[in-house]
């Protein structure tokens, strides 16, 4: 505990807050959104028809890769302010510039469904906040960025009457921000965001409902929380005889992980808040990644270069590493620099891409794990919580070992059958995200529990693409049961004993009786390989609907959703037999893998070898392009990408079109210079 947290001074903002701004609505056309940036206020009637000059068609599908690109994030401190909805797409356009929200006056920003979905940056809602913004209304909010917002201090609603009180200047009730809060949260709000509300919570001024949930049938996932749920913070205690939906709490956490993109930032509301001197509690099971940016100096456009940004992202790295040593925490680094092409000094990759590591090296059936990145829920493939938290939660979470949940309502994905063979777990996730729970936003923060003989019958890689993806389903998380699969992968990859494993997985299935709010099923045996289009991954559709030829100009191989062992098995088969029919890739190809270890896996197997004979580029660990960060971004709208990532958001990866894929697709692609699906051939090494 940090004694000097006891007795600083808290107390909760005003119970009535006054709004004083203008309301900006992200509309769909650019035209009314340079208007406004102009000064013009815009009628809205939520009532009138949708489309209408009293309600114009608002943004749906804002994700915070729009509102603060990844660029945007290489800066960590008040300067996001001049920044945000720089890549927010309006029609063709980006019609939002650097400092145009904030010399506007918002204090309101309007949107439609699914705000704030994708990555869990805190960037986002802190480069709003800079910016004057204090309050958000959307139809619905994802879960990680409405929680971000609340830990800030930034008000969330639902409420579009709101916005017409706003506009008078009305003085609101703070309890209209809380009243369908749950305790936590509500204490947070009035706190004025999770800091304060964690310091008044170790000064017994804020207190934690206890959960009073009699036993009941359990998912895995409400049984693994009931096991962490904290009793008695200062005495460590932990553990209750069952949750349900809704219970609210902090659950104590095995592994807490963020990666560079994350760290600096909350290490300056660390030394900041907390005290520079001050010690994180536990740091050996804190890790740090230098993952996301390792390439960068290789594909920055020059402008960014001009602009200092180089500079800035480099800055995250030096924080971070310095942080690391001053608090002895574990960083995974990057590689050794080595001359690039240009003869200058260049990094060379990552130790590892922060999912890829966590479920090589530390996960393990029953844990709860919490990491700076949207994408956590990777390492459920194990059986595990793994959930993406913001800064703010990330940084509490050093003080206090915790993290606050509200336990989300459960929904099974059963996928029954047999898979064709050139149907993967990617395929599976592009037709489950293109299903209306999803697609609508039913699914937003519930955790989704994949089973059925198809989920079983993939290895624990397979299965980490599900519970990967999980964060474009808009899940809190995604687990899969741990079953011989799991004890086969903790033995092979980490030299477990199977007794030991059996131990971890004991109780850890779903009871019988267990309640989930939907069950969708579907038949493994009748999906084929499927794309997303560009734009969104829920834009999934099987390859032979797609009814023309699509050629491809890069073809991406990669990221921690697809840079696992396995997935390079996919690519070197593919490749392997369009050797042995004499042909090469058309297109840029790039294969990067998830770690150091998956790198030297492909070495030892001789895959180096096909993909250098095939024409690809192996690159050193790193998210890179995955990130538009590193080899194989695009470079102009008009370029077209089949990649293996878990998502295609606008410029998530370069301007370009980018079309998802498996990774059987996307190496059966980049040999036919176009879309196409793999058909099974013969097996690699054979002749
Ligand atoms: S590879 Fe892509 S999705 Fe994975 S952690 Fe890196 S940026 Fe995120």
């Not at 004694?3 to 903002?13: H, I, M, Q, Y």
């Not at 009628?43 to 915070?64: K, Q, V, W, Y």
């Not at 991406?556 to 490749?575: I, L, N």
Request: net charge negative.
């Amino acid at each position: 505990m940090i004694a000097s947290l006891l007795t600083r001074p808290v107390s909760k903002v005003p119970d009535r807050v006054n709004f004083a701004g203008r309301v900006l609505f992200l509309t769909e056309d650019p035209a009314l959104l340079r208007r406004q940036l102009a000064g013009e206020d815009l009628p809205f009637d939520p009532e009138a028809p949708i489309g209408s000059e009293l309600h114009p068609r608002l943004r749906d599908n804002i994700s915070t890769d729009e509102i603060t690109p990844a660029y945007i994030c290489y800066y960590f401190d008040e300067t996001l302010g001049d920044f945000p909805y720089l890549g927010l797409k309006a029609g063709e356009e980006f019609p939002i510039v650097r400092g145009a929200v904030k010399r506007g006056g918002f204090v309101c920003s309007v949107s439609g469904k699914r705000r704030g979905k994708g990555s869990s940056r805190e960037q986002s809602p802190y480069a709003e906040m800079m910016a004057g913004i204090r309050l958000v209304i959307a139809e619905n909010i994802e879960r990680i960025y409405r929680e971000n917002c609340q830990n800030l201090g930034v008000f969330t609603s639902t409420d579009f009457s709101l916005i017409e009180r706003v506009r008078r200047g009305e003085e609101i009730a703070l309890a209209e921000f809380t009243r369908d809060e749950g305790e936590i949260s509500k204490g947070i709000i009035e706190y004025g965001g999770l800091f304060n509300y964690n310091v008044a919570r170790l000064q017994g001024k804020a207190t934690v409902p206890s959960v009073t949930t009699k036993p009941r049938p359990m998912t895995i996932a409400e049984k693994i929380f009931a096991r962490h749920w904290v009793v008695d913070a200062s005495r460590g205690k932990t553990g209750v005889a069952a949750v349900k939906p809704g219970d609210q709490g902090f659950v104590r956490t095995d592994i807490r992980f963020s990666h560079e993109y994350v760290t600096p930032m909350a290490a300056i509301f660390f030394d900041e808040l907390v005290g520079r001197n001050e010690p994180v509690n536990d740091p050996s099971s804190v890790f740090f990644f230098r993952d996301h940016l390792t390439f960068l100096d290789q594909v920055m456009r020059p402008e960014h270069v001009q602009m200092g940004l180089l500079d800035v992202a480099n800055q995250l790295e030096k924080t971070q590493r310095e942080f690391a040593a001053a608090k002895g925490i574990k960083l995974y680094g990057q590689l050794e620099q080595r001359l690039n092409l240009h003869g200058a000094l260049s990094a060379a990759g990552s130790e590892a891409i922060c999912h890829s590591k966590i479920l090589e090296a530390h996960a393990l059936p029953g844990q709860v794990i919490i990491g700076s990145d949207s994408h956590t829920p990777h390492a459920g493939a194990v059986g595990c919580i793994a959930f993406g938290v913001g800064t703010t939660a990330i940084f509490n979470s050093w003080i206090t070992q915790d993290v606050r949940v509200e336990v989300p309502p459960s929904f099974k994905v059963i996928v029954r059958g047999e898979k064709p063979e050139n149907v993967t777990a990617k395929d599976f996730m592009l037709e489950i995200l293109r299903h209306p729970y999803i697609k609508d936003g039913h699914a937003i923060g519930q955790i989704i529990e994949y089973a059925g003989e198809a989920v079983a019958s993939l290895s624990v890689d397979e299965r980490a693409t599900m519970t990967n993806m999980a964060a474009e389903v808009g899940a809190f998380t995604g687990i899969i049961a741990p079953d011989e699969k799991t004890v086969e992968y903790l033995t092979t990859q980490r030299g477990m004993r199977s007794e030991d494993v059996r131990k971890l997985m004991h109780g850890l299935f779903s009871d019988a009786g267990a309640d989930y709010v939907k069950v969708i099923e579907i038949d493994a045996s009748a999906l084929k390989p499927m794309i997303a289009l560009p734009g969104d991954p829920g834009n999934g559709m099987y390859i032979e609907e797609l009814g023309r030829d699509v050629a491809v100009d890069i073809a991406y191989a990669g990221s921690c959703t697809a840079g696992k062992k396995e997935d390079m098995d996919m690519y070197a088969r593919v490749f392997q037999e369009a050797l042995d029919r004499g042909e090469t890739v058309k297109v840029r190809t790039y294969i990067q893998c998830g770690s150091r270890e998956v790198f030297e896996y492909c070495q030892q197997r001789g895959y180096d070898k096909v993909f250098a004979d095939v024409g690809a580029i192996f690159v050193e660990p790193s998210c890179g392009a995955c990130i538009n960060a590193g080899p194989g971004v695009s470079r102009t709208k008009d370029e077209v990408t089949i990649s293996a990532i878990n998502r295609n958001f606008p410029g998530r990866s370069g301007p370009g079109q980018l079309y998802l894929a498996s990774p059987f697709t996307v190496a059966a692609s980049a040999v036919a210079g176009k879309i196409v699906e793999w058909r099974p051939m013969v097996p690699v090494g054979s002749s």
